[in-house]
């Protein structure tokens, strides 16, 4: 047997190998963690989110998102404009959650005329995905969010796309800005966004929220890197979900391929290749991010503004009424002033 064949058998082995042991390898049970330092106080107390509305992606999945113009059709611009949008807002989700916590922001834009907005529930989530916590391919996800666009497209005139994201949703749109679909968008809101657990603008464990088997993850990232994908799969973060958010909706943990996703792949180099005007808003309250470091570390790279809002925590930054302003002066079209909402 020559060298190159012992030494691929030998790679192959170790890959292996590898393999079996990460399957073996328990990831941490986030139930039995230290509690989040993360409030949920209200977070699920009345809601009253925008019944679900589906659409098909390129491969053929159907998917979940929430309409909220069709939702309120006296809004504002509905009543006056009807479906003639001509900006459309996309809002994405935090980790471990779904669309539903983010329907008092889109209301609030609705109200003010700010925009068409939708939430979708990101695949791998909501009520009834394929699989919880995972996708087939770590770009499915930005597939996903020009496959929603060009589906509201085919409804209503789009002339601008702004995509909204909080927390990992935040980093799954660093991840777009900075990638090949960023000619899918236009502009971006960054509520609190997660930029990765090596970002200065993340606490450790983000404040006791996640819980990461950082060894699997490593391990997994060499595999990738030869070729080997058949761990890709496997769970490598799991969420101090509290019991009052742990329903049929919950993604209690991610895979690695879904960790990744929700993540920029350099959060500097994501940053400074986005085009468009960046807003990012974070609370000075928040348990999860270290947001001294937006201004400090973000803001150079960007083409907009970043501010820290006073006495709002991690969820609160998306039903604070000061951020709704913010995010509908950002939103709203120069030509048509943001009324002084309700």
Sequence with gaps: MSKGL?????ALFLAVAAVTWLWRWPVPDAV????????????????SPAPLSHYTAR?????????????????????????TAKTLAIILHGSGSDSR????????????????????????????????????????????IVDLIEHVRQRQRV?????????????????????????????Y?????????????????????????VGRIVLIGLLEKLGVHAAS????????????????????AYSYRMQQAMAPRDWQRDLAAISGRVLLLAGANDESMRVGQYRE?????IDGEVDVLGNIAHLDIVRAELTAIRVAQFVQPPEAPVSAGK
């Excluded at 995905?129 to 930005?142: H, I, L």
């Excluded at 997660?194 to 006791?208: S, V």
């Design 6 to 10: 012992i030494i691929t058998a030998g």
């Design 32 to 47: 039995s963690q230290p509690s989040s330092r993360m409030n949920f106080d209200g977070v699920t107390e009345g809601l």
């Design 59 to 83: 491969d053929g999945t159907r998917l979940d998102y929430r309409d909220y113009d069709v939702d309120d059709p006296t809004a504002p611009q509905a009543a006056a404009t009807g479906t």
């Design 101 to 144: 916590y983010l329907g008092p922001l889109a209301r609030k834009l609705v109200e003010q005329g700010a925009a068409h907005v939708v939430t979708p529930d990101i695949r791998g989530h909501g009520r009834d995905p394929k699989r919880r916590g995972d996708v087939d391919a770590v770009a499915q996800p930005q597939r996903d």
């Design 159 to 187: 002339e601008r796309v702004v995509l909204i994201g909080h927390s990992s949703g935040g980093g799954l749109a660093v991840r777009t800005g900075g990638g090949r679909f960023a000619e899918a968008i236009d502009d």
């Design 189 to 213: 809101v960054l509520l609190a966004p997660y930029l990765g657990h090596d970002a200065p603008t993340t606490r450790q464990k983000a404040g006791g929220w996640a819980q990461a088997n």
């Design 233 to 252: 799969g496997a769970k490598v973060v799991r969420f101090n979900l509290p019991q009052s958010m742990r329903d049929e909706y919950a993604t209690p």
């Design 297 to 301: 570390s973000v803001a150079p790279l």
